[in-house]
């Protein structure tokens, strides 16, 4: 039987989320807001700081990548790339029930759904989401490879050419955004869009978790520090950090 639809956002039915196998292991006790799962890594905070920002009402659930929880047979029903972190909105288009995996779609459909954080003019629009896939493309996956290398079980590799690979690349697309931000407050100017939303983990990350700060010359840097602090200001984004909450 598919999701029962609601009337309207103050109706008297509830979604019915049962349809979706994912809400048997983490059910769903406020089935009429957005189901996040996640874990605060720093993909899974663009989605959590994304929903702060926007206010939207939404349940998180802490899914445990150390347990191997996104590899559960629930789980891989609603992401069958096994990764964090993913949503269902129950009033999707035309009140329907969605669900979404990738945090930079999330970012999208979360800024197309309430009209915030992405630019209406269509030339300023796809300007952003070119950001927000420099991020997913480059960003993300040269900094993390940095961080297992660096801080994890890649450090213990004798042979230190993939450190230096990654070290050189990740100084470079900080180099990129340092350019981009010279004379700008954001990724796209004064307002502040999901390109910022998509990166600002990914930065906080390289310098404070991963503790890479000193490879990558952070310190050199001028303008990508003066845009994380401000970015780490904003009070939706320190509540982002922590949702869903650690044990």
């Given amino acids: 039987m598919g999701a029962t639809r609601p009337r309207s956002p103050r109706g008297p039915f509830m979604p019915d989320l049962s349809v979706f196998p994912i809400t048997q292991r983490w059910p769903a006790e406020r089935p009429d807001q957005i189901q ?10 663009k989605v959590s700081i994304m929903l702060e920002e926007t ?3 939404y349940e998180p659930h802490l899914i445990d990548i150390g347990q191997n929880e996104t590899w ?6 609603l992401n069958p790339n096994g990764k964090i972190p993913a949503i ?6 035309e009140g329907k029930p969605i669900a979404l995996f990738e945090s930079g779609a999330i970012l999208v459909y979360l800024a197309e759904k309430t009209g915030q954080f992405l630019p209406s003019d269509p030339a300023a629009r796809y300007e952003a989401l070119q950001w927000v896939f420099f991020q997913m493309a480059a960003i ?8 297992f290398f660096h801080k994890f ?13 990654y070290v050189a690349e990740s100084k470079r697309l900080l180099g990129v955004l340092e350019g981009r931000l010279a004379d700008r407050s954001w990724l796209m100017g004064e307002a502040y869009t999901i390109a910022d939303i998509a990166t600002l983990g990914w930065v906080r990350n390289l310098v404070g978790f991963y503790e890479a700060g000193d490879l990558v010359g952070y310190a050199d840097l001028q303008h990508v520090p003066r845009w994380l602090e401000a970015g780490l200001a904003r009070p939706a984004v320190q509540r982002g950090l922590q949702s869903p909450a650690r044990p």
């Fill in 88 to 93: 269902i909105d129950p009033n999707g288009p």
């Fill in 36 to 45: 996040l799962y996640s874990l605060p890594t720093p993909n899974g905070v």
């Fill in 153 to 165: 079980a890649g450090r213990e590799y004798e042979d230190k050419r993939p450190l230096q690979r």
């Fill in 140 to 147: 993300g996956p040269m900094f993390g490879q940095l961080g």
């Fill in 72 to 77: 559960s047979t629930e789980y891989l029903s």
């Fill in 55 to 57: 206010a939207l009402p």
